[in-house]
Protein backbone atom coordinates (compact mmCIF):
# COMPACT_ATOMS: atom_id res chain seq x y z
CA UNK A 1 0.00 0.00 0.00
CA UNK A 2 1.64 3.59 -0.88
CA UNK A 3 0.57 5.07 2.14
CA UNK A 4 2.03 8.52 3.87
CA UNK A 5 4.79 6.59 4.98
CA UNK A 6 6.08 4.46 2.09
CA UNK A 7 5.68 7.52 0.07
CA UNK A 8 8.03 10.30 2.34
CA UNK A 9 10.36 6.61 2.37
CA UNK A 10 10.58 6.85 -1.57
CA UNK A 11 10.48 10.60 -2.06
CA UNK A 12 13.31 10.98 0.65
CA UNK A 13 15.77 8.75 -1.55
CA UNK A 14 15.58 6.03 1.84
CA UNK A 15 13.84 3.47 0.42
CA UNK A 16 16.32 1.58 -1.95
CA UNK A 17 15.90 -0.77 -4.91
CA UNK A 18 14.81 -0.96 -8.54
CA UNK A 19 11.39 -0.52 -8.01
CA UNK A 20 11.98 2.72 -5.86
CA UNK A 21 14.53 3.91 -8.87
CA UNK A 22 10.96 3.72 -11.33
CA UNK A 23 8.75 5.21 -8.75
CA UNK A 24 10.79 8.72 -8.69
CA UNK A 25 10.56 8.97 -12.04
CA UNK A 26 7.08 8.62 -12.22
CA UNK A 27 6.25 10.78 -9.57
CA UNK A 28 8.91 13.33 -11.15
CA UNK A 29 6.73 13.26 -14.20
CA UNK A 30 4.02 14.93 -12.45
CA UNK A 31 6.39 17.56 -10.58
CA UNK A 32 7.15 19.98 -13.57
CA UNK A 33 3.41 20.61 -14.12
CA UNK A 34 2.60 20.61 -10.52
CA UNK A 35 5.00 24.00 -10.01
CA UNK A 36 3.72 25.28 -13.80
CA UNK A 37 0.40 25.22 -12.12
CA UNK A 38 1.49 26.92 -8.50
CA UNK A 39 3.63 29.72 -10.40
CA UNK A 40 0.97 29.91 -12.73
CA UNK A 41 -1.64 30.61 -9.68
CA UNK A 42 0.87 32.97 -7.55
CA UNK A 43 1.13 35.08 -10.82
CA UNK A 44 -2.55 35.53 -10.80
CA UNK A 45 -2.55 37.24 -7.27
CA UNK A 46 0.45 38.82 -8.11
CA UNK A 47 -1.00 40.38 -10.93
CA UNK A 48 -4.29 41.17 -9.89
CA UNK A 49 -6.01 38.76 -11.94
CA UNK A 50 -7.12 36.96 -8.96
CA UNK A 51 -8.83 38.99 -6.18
CA UNK A 52 -7.22 39.10 -2.59
CA UNK A 53 -9.90 40.05 -0.09
CA UNK A 54 -9.93 42.05 3.30
CA UNK A 55 -12.03 41.56 5.74
CA UNK A 56 -11.85 44.58 8.23
CA UNK A 57 -9.25 42.70 10.64
CA UNK A 58 -5.99 42.71 10.70
CA UNK A 59 -4.43 38.87 9.49
CA UNK A 60 -1.73 36.83 10.81
CA UNK A 61 -0.87 33.75 8.76
CA UNK A 62 0.88 30.78 9.44
CA UNK A 63 1.36 27.83 7.20
CA UNK A 64 4.09 25.93 5.75
CA UNK A 65 6.51 25.62 2.50
CA UNK A 66 6.57 21.54 2.63
CA UNK A 67 3.68 19.12 3.51
CA UNK A 68 3.39 17.33 6.47
CA UNK A 69 3.49 18.36 10.25
CA UNK A 70 6.04 21.58 11.02
CA UNK A 71 4.28 22.66 14.41
CA UNK A 72 1.76 25.10 13.65
CA UNK A 73 -0.71 24.06 16.44
CA UNK A 74 2.09 25.03 18.62
CA UNK A 75 2.59 28.50 16.96
CA UNK A 76 -0.89 29.10 16.23
CA UNK A 77 -1.34 28.64 19.87
CA UNK A 78 1.45 30.76 20.88
CA UNK A 79 0.30 34.06 18.74
CA UNK A 80 -3.53 33.70 20.32
CA UNK A 81 -2.11 33.57 24.01
CA UNK A 82 0.28 36.63 22.58
CA UNK A 83 -2.86 38.57 21.51
CA UNK A 84 -4.85 37.90 24.34
CA UNK A 85 -2.76 38.92 26.54
CA UNK A 86 -2.79 42.43 25.13
CA UNK A 87 -6.76 42.09 24.90
CA UNK A 88 -6.84 41.50 21.68
CA UNK A 89 -10.23 40.21 20.18
CA UNK A 90 -8.75 37.05 18.14
CA UNK A 91 -10.20 34.35 16.02
CA UNK A 92 -8.74 31.56 14.27
CA UNK A 93 -9.46 30.85 10.62
CA UNK A 94 -8.29 27.57 9.03
CA UNK A 95 -9.73 25.09 6.56
CA UNK A 96 -10.87 22.02 8.80
CA UNK A 97 -8.90 19.41 6.79
CA UNK A 98 -11.13 16.08 8.01
CA UNK A 99 -13.64 18.00 9.89
CA UNK A 100 -17.28 17.38 9.47
CA UNK A 101 -20.30 19.99 9.36
CA UNK A 102 -20.44 21.73 12.94
CA UNK A 103 -17.57 19.79 14.18
CA UNK A 104 -14.07 20.80 15.11
CA UNK A 105 -11.23 18.78 13.46
CA UNK A 106 -8.58 17.30 16.05
CA UNK A 107 -6.29 19.97 15.77
CA UNK A 108 -9.55 22.33 15.66
CA UNK A 109 -10.62 20.93 19.18
CA UNK A 110 -6.94 20.43 20.61
CA UNK A 111 -6.69 24.35 20.38
CA UNK A 112 -10.30 24.58 21.67
CA UNK A 113 -9.53 22.52 24.66
CA UNK A 114 -6.12 25.42 24.79
CA UNK A 115 -7.83 28.59 24.70
CA UNK A 116 -11.53 28.36 25.07
CA UNK A 117 -11.46 32.41 24.84
CA UNK A 118 -10.31 32.34 20.87
CA UNK A 119 -12.97 32.15 18.30
CA UNK A 120 -12.03 28.85 15.95
CA UNK A 121 -14.02 28.32 12.52
CA UNK A 122 -13.40 25.70 9.88
CA UNK A 123 -14.27 26.33 6.43
CA UNK A 124 -12.86 25.33 3.28
CA UNK A 125 -13.85 29.01 2.44
CA UNK A 126 -11.86 30.89 4.78
CA UNK A 127 -12.80 34.36 3.49
CA UNK A 128 -16.24 33.20 4.37
CA UNK A 129 -14.97 32.17 7.51
CA UNK A 130 -12.79 35.46 8.32
CA UNK A 131 -15.80 37.79 7.29
CA UNK A 132 -17.91 35.49 10.23
CA UNK A 133 -14.99 36.37 12.46
CA UNK A 134 -15.20 39.79 12.07
CA UNK A 135 -18.79 39.84 11.75
CA UNK A 136 -20.70 37.83 14.46
CA UNK A 137 -17.48 38.15 16.54
CA UNK A 138 -15.80 41.74 16.33
CA UNK A 139 -12.64 39.84 16.11
CA UNK A 140 -9.40 42.17 15.78
CA UNK A 141 -7.29 39.56 14.34
CA UNK A 142 -7.34 36.79 12.51
CA UNK A 143 -4.90 34.00 12.35
CA UNK A 144 -4.86 32.64 9.70
CA UNK A 145 -3.67 28.76 9.56
CA UNK A 146 -1.95 26.74 7.38
CA UNK A 147 -2.36 30.13 5.17
CA UNK A 148 0.63 30.27 3.33
CA UNK A 149 -0.67 28.89 0.35
CA UNK A 150 -4.32 30.36 0.40
CA UNK A 151 -3.91 33.79 -1.47
CA UNK A 152 -7.60 34.53 -1.06
CA UNK A 153 -6.93 36.06 1.72
CA UNK A 154 -5.00 39.25 2.62
CA UNK A 155 -2.66 39.16 5.64
CA UNK A 156 -0.81 41.70 7.34
CA UNK A 157 2.06 39.21 8.09
CA UNK A 158 2.95 36.21 6.79
CA UNK A 159 4.95 33.50 8.80
CA UNK A 160 6.35 30.18 7.39
CA UNK A 161 7.37 26.85 9.63
CA UNK A 162 10.16 25.30 8.21
CA UNK A 163 11.07 21.95 10.03
CA UNK A 164 14.33 21.36 11.05
CA UNK A 165 14.28 17.69 10.15
CA UNK A 166 12.57 18.31 6.38
CA UNK A 167 13.00 21.74 5.27
CA UNK A 168 13.12 21.94 1.77
CA UNK A 169 10.92 18.96 1.23
CA UNK A 170 13.97 16.72 -0.28
CA UNK A 171 14.49 19.34 -2.83
CA UNK A 172 11.46 18.43 -4.70
CA UNK A 173 8.08 19.77 -5.23
CA UNK A 174 5.25 17.52 -4.80
CA UNK A 175 4.41 14.73 -5.92
CA UNK A 176 8.25 13.92 -6.14
CA UNK A 177 8.89 15.56 -3.26
CA UNK A 178 7.01 17.02 -0.35
CA UNK A 179 7.42 20.75 -1.08
CA UNK A 180 3.70 22.74 -1.87
CA UNK A 181 5.80 24.74 -4.06
CA UNK A 182 8.90 25.90 -5.37
CA UNK A 183 11.36 27.43 -2.62
CA UNK A 184 10.72 30.56 -4.58
CA UNK A 185 7.48 31.34 -2.74
CA UNK A 186 9.82 31.64 0.48
CA UNK A 187 10.19 35.47 -0.95
CA UNK A 188 6.39 36.44 0.06
CA UNK A 189 7.22 35.42 3.71
CA UNK A 190 7.57 38.13 6.31
CA UNK A 191 9.36 35.64 8.75
CA UNK A 192 11.19 31.89 8.45
CA UNK A 193 10.61 30.16 11.51
CA UNK A 194 13.09 26.79 12.03
CA UNK A 195 11.00 24.38 14.26
CA UNK A 196 11.94 21.39 15.95
CA UNK A 197 15.73 23.61 16.17
CA UNK A 198 16.95 21.61 19.28
CA UNK A 199 17.13 18.78 16.90
CA UNK A 200 19.97 19.93 14.65
CA UNK A 201 23.43 21.14 15.56
CA UNK A 202 24.17 24.93 15.07
CA UNK A 203 25.99 24.18 11.47
CA UNK A 204 22.92 22.56 10.42
CA UNK A 205 20.65 25.45 11.16
CA UNK A 206 23.00 28.02 9.43
CA UNK A 207 22.75 25.89 6.65
CA UNK A 208 19.39 25.68 6.73
CA UNK A 209 19.18 29.88 6.96
CA UNK A 210 21.83 30.32 3.98
CA UNK A 211 19.41 28.46 1.76
CA UNK A 212 16.23 30.53 2.74
CA UNK A 213 17.92 33.54 2.42
CA UNK A 214 19.14 32.96 -0.69
CA UNK A 215 15.73 32.90 -1.78
CA UNK A 216 14.02 35.58 0.44
CA UNK A 217 17.15 37.86 1.19
CA UNK A 218 17.02 40.24 4.53
CA UNK A 219 14.11 37.82 5.79
CA UNK A 220 13.15 37.97 9.53
CA UNK A 221 14.41 34.59 11.69
CA UNK A 222 13.63 32.39 14.38
CA UNK A 223 14.42 29.20 15.71
CA UNK A 224 12.42 27.25 18.41
CA UNK A 225 11.53 24.12 19.99
CA UNK A 226 8.90 22.04 21.01
CA UNK A 227 9.16 21.90 24.84
CA UNK A 228 6.93 19.44 27.26
CA UNK A 229 4.66 20.97 28.95
CA UNK A 230 2.82 18.19 30.81
CA UNK A 231 0.37 15.26 31.03
CA UNK A 232 -3.07 15.49 30.41
CA UNK A 233 -5.93 12.71 30.68
CA UNK A 234 -9.27 13.05 28.81
CA UNK A 235 -11.31 14.33 31.35
CA UNK A 236 -8.66 17.58 31.52
CA UNK A 237 -6.71 16.52 34.45
CA UNK A 238 -3.20 17.57 34.30
CA UNK A 239 -0.14 15.82 35.38
CA UNK A 240 3.65 17.18 36.27
CA UNK A 241 5.76 15.29 33.69
CA UNK A 242 7.51 13.27 35.95
CA UNK A 243 4.67 10.96 36.57
CA UNK A 244 6.01 8.60 34.22
CA UNK A 245 9.64 9.03 34.54
CA UNK A 246 10.64 5.35 35.06
CA UNK A 247 7.79 3.78 34.14
CA UNK A 248 6.38 1.73 31.72
CA UNK A 249 5.32 3.64 28.33
CA UNK A 250 3.83 2.48 25.28
CA UNK A 251 3.15 5.67 22.91
CA UNK A 252 1.63 6.27 19.64
CA UNK A 253 0.85 8.89 17.68
CA UNK A 254 -1.15 10.32 14.10
CA UNK A 255 0.99 13.46 12.93
CA UNK A 256 2.65 14.30 9.90
CA UNK A 257 6.00 14.43 11.45
CA UNK A 258 6.00 11.27 14.29
CA UNK A 259 9.93 11.84 14.59
CA UNK A 260 9.07 15.44 16.60
CA UNK A 261 6.94 13.65 18.95
CA UNK A 262 9.39 10.55 19.37
CA UNK A 263 11.91 13.14 20.43
CA UNK A 264 10.40 14.73 22.57
CA UNK A 265 9.77 11.82 24.72
CA UNK A 266 13.30 11.03 24.83
CA UNK A 267 13.37 14.39 26.17
CA UNK A 268 11.13 13.56 29.28
CA UNK A 269 13.58 10.49 29.69
CA UNK A 270 10.51 7.90 29.40
CA UNK A 271 10.92 4.37 28.98
CA UNK A 272 9.56 3.71 25.50
CA UNK A 273 8.79 -0.26 25.48
CA UNK A 274 6.54 0.58 22.40
CA UNK A 275 6.01 2.93 19.44
CA UNK A 276 2.99 2.75 16.90
CA UNK A 277 2.62 5.72 14.60
CA UNK A 278 -0.40 6.48 12.32
CA UNK A 279 -0.91 8.69 9.47
CA UNK A 280 -1.36 12.52 10.25
CA UNK A 281 -5.63 13.16 11.26
CA UNK A 282 -6.00 9.59 11.46
CA UNK A 283 -9.57 8.82 12.78
CA UNK A 284 -9.18 6.35 15.48
CA UNK A 285 -12.71 3.95 15.32
CA UNK A 286 -13.63 1.15 17.49
CA UNK A 287 -11.28 -1.24 15.70
CA UNK A 288 -8.51 0.53 15.95
CA UNK A 289 -8.78 1.04 19.39
CA UNK A 290 -9.36 -2.22 20.58
CA UNK A 291 -6.42 -3.29 18.71
CA UNK A 292 -4.21 -0.66 20.50
CA UNK A 293 -5.71 -1.66 23.66
CA UNK A 294 -4.78 -5.64 23.21
CA UNK A 295 -0.83 -3.97 22.03
CA UNK A 296 -0.29 -2.15 25.04
CA UNK A 297 -2.16 -5.06 27.18
CA UNK A 298 0.66 -7.14 25.20
CA UNK A 299 3.44 -5.24 26.17
CA UNK A 300 2.57 -5.20 29.72
CA UNK A 301 3.02 -1.09 29.75
CA UNK A 302 1.86 0.91 32.71
CA UNK A 303 0.89 3.88 30.82
CA UNK A 304 -0.17 4.41 27.07
CA UNK A 305 0.66 8.22 26.15
CA UNK A 306 0.02 9.81 22.79
CA UNK A 307 -0.22 13.46 21.80
CA UNK A 308 -2.69 16.15 22.82
CA UNK A 309 -4.05 15.88 18.94
CA UNK A 310 -4.54 12.25 19.39
CA UNK A 311 -6.47 12.52 22.76
CA UNK A 312 -9.01 14.49 21.42
CA UNK A 313 -10.01 11.70 19.76
CA UNK A 314 -10.00 9.01 21.97
CA UNK A 315 -12.59 9.14 24.67
CA UNK A 316 -11.63 7.28 27.27
CA UNK A 317 -9.33 8.02 30.49
CA UNK A 318 -7.44 4.70 29.86
CA UNK A 319 -6.33 1.98 27.05
CA UNK A 320 -5.90 -1.69 27.63
CA UNK A 321 -6.56 -1.21 31.10
CA UNK A 322 -3.53 1.39 31.50
CA UNK A 323 -3.73 4.93 32.11
CA UNK A 324 -3.87 6.91 28.82
CA UNK A 325 -2.08 10.75 29.23
CA UNK A 326 -1.23 13.15 26.26
CA UNK A 327 2.42 14.86 26.29
CA UNK A 328 1.43 18.09 26.32
CA UNK A 329 4.25 20.71 24.37
CA UNK A 330 4.32 24.27 24.13
CA UNK A 331 6.44 26.31 21.64
CA UNK A 332 9.77 27.99 23.45
CA UNK A 333 12.03 30.71 21.67
CA UNK A 334 15.20 29.62 21.17
CA UNK A 335 16.34 33.00 18.81
CA UNK A 336 14.37 35.77 16.93
CA UNK A 337 11.56 36.38 19.85
CA UNK A 338 12.09 39.46 20.48
CA UNK A 339 11.83 40.96 16.63
CA UNK A 340 8.75 38.67 16.61
CA UNK A 341 7.39 40.36 18.90
CA UNK A 342 8.24 43.55 17.70
CA UNK A 343 6.54 42.65 14.07
CA UNK A 344 3.65 41.98 15.91
CA UNK A 345 3.45 45.40 18.00
CA UNK A 346 3.98 46.87 14.49
CA UNK A 347 0.90 44.38 13.15
CA UNK A 348 -1.45 45.80 15.82
CA UNK A 349 -0.06 49.43 15.62
CA UNK A 350 -0.59 50.18 12.14
CA UNK A 351 -4.57 48.81 12.17
CA UNK A 352 -5.63 47.18 8.88
CA UNK A 353 -3.95 48.53 5.47
CA UNK A 354 -2.93 46.55 2.48
CA UNK A 355 0.73 45.03 2.13
Known sequence: MFDAAHFREVVSGRRRGPVA????GVLRLGETPYCLAMRRRNRGFESGRFAIHQVGARVVSVGNLSLGGTGKTPMVEWLARWFLQRGTRTAIVSRGYKSKAGV?????????????????????????AA??????????IIILDD????RRLHRDFDIVLLDALEPFGFGHVFPRG??????AGLARADMAVLTRA?????????????????YAPGIAWAQCRHAPRGLLAAHRHEESLDTLCGRRVAAFCGLGNPAGFRHTLNQCNYNVIGWREFPDHFIYNRDTVDELAGWVD?????????????????????????????LCVGLEFLTGQTELES?????????????
Open 21 to 24: TVLR
Open 104 to 128: LNDEGQELSQKLPAVVHLQNPDRVA
Open 131 to 140: HQAVEQFDSQ
Open 147 to 150: GFQH
Open 178 to 183: MLREPL
Open 198 to 214: DMIDQTERTRIRTIVEQ
Open 298 to 326: SLDAEFAVCTHKDLVKLAGNDLGGRPLRA
Open 343 to 355: KLETVLAQGHTAK
